[in-house]
């Protein structure tokens, strides 16, 4: 099987590469990038070009390792023990099977998305060495041993909050996805909005990347903004004039709050305009 990017994907040749080869070296694709950027859609669409059963575990600030094999109820337990619940005698009822276990036990090979890695503690990458090396893991109380059936295609998404141990990077396939290039925006736009008026697709897309080139921005606008924009332009009707419009007074695009995203990037636009003004 080779990813070839989908119709709703557009997926550049780099891309595509490596994802080939940690599908061929049979290692997770370690995925970072501007949030925005595509990283957790190109998991979905991995799965989808495979046919594939897409699983996803989403990391959070209090995630552990622990949760994508398994977690023990055992406030379940004590409670049906209490109610004198014969279900009591075996330990295994309260096995909560966590991601990882899941796309072990897939009967067809699945992709494993695990979502923002960088958001959990600095242990947490560590701590799935070993079962993402060997694809099994033990499950102490009940003292089974769980293998894959087939190895998943494991993809991990990381915004660079923060830095990975140098262990868990060596077991991984790298790629970082950068911003596009206009003419690949372009086919992102296409994608998504098929029969868009090319006119109004040039001044947006001229207006957006002047946006991001604006000096001192704290969050440029990223690939998801810009769709979320063009929706809003093409709802609203905005006339192409308006987009055209470069004087002073326009510096900040209609509905802008679709690409700035905090008062601080407003404020510099403000600032810029006038100053513009007074020269």
Not at 3 to 10: A, P, Q
């Amino acid at each position: 099987m080779r990813f070839e990017g989908t119709d709703r994907y557009v997926a550049t040749d780099d891309l595509r590469l490596a994802v080939n080869a940690a599908i061929a070296l049979q290692r997770p694709l370690l995925v970072k990038g501007e949030p925005g950027t595509g990283k957790t859609l190109l998991a979905q669409e991995v799965a989808r070009a495979m046919d594939a059963p897409l699983i996803e575990w989403h990391v959070k600030s209090t995630t552990k390792a622990q949760h994508g094999l398994y977690e023990y109820d055992a406030v379940s337990r004590l409670r049906d023990s209490q109610l004198g619940d014969p279900k009591v005698a075996d330990i295994g009822n309260y096995i909560v099977p966590g991601k990882l276990w899941e796309a072990f036990e897939s009967e067809r090979r699945a992709v494993l998305l695990i979502d923002e890695v960088d958001k959990a503690d600095i242990e947490f990458p560590n701590d799935l060495l070993r079962e993402l090396d060997r694809m099994d893991f033990h499950v102490h109380e009940t003292r089974v041993t769980v293998r894959a059936r087939h190895r998943p295609v494991v993809v991990i998404t990381s915004n660079n909050e923060k830095e990975l141990p140098d262990a868990f990077l060596r077991r991984c396939f790298f790629h970082y996805i950068r911003f596009p290039d206009g003419e690949t925006l372009q086919k992102i736009v296409d994608v998504h909005f098929p029969g868009i008026k090319r006119e109004l697709v040039n001044e947006a897309l001229g207006a957006f990347l002047g946006l991001r080139d604006v000096p001192g921005l704290k969050k440029k606008p990223s690939t998801s903004e810009l769709l979320d924009w063009l929706k809003l332009l093409l709802a609203e009707d905005v006339p192409i004039e308006v987009l055209r419009e470069r004087s002073a007074k326009k510096l900040i695009p209609p509905l802008y709050g679709a690409l700035l995203k905090n008062e601080a990037d407003v404020q510099l636009f403000e600032k810029i305009a006038f100053m513009a003004r007074r020269g």
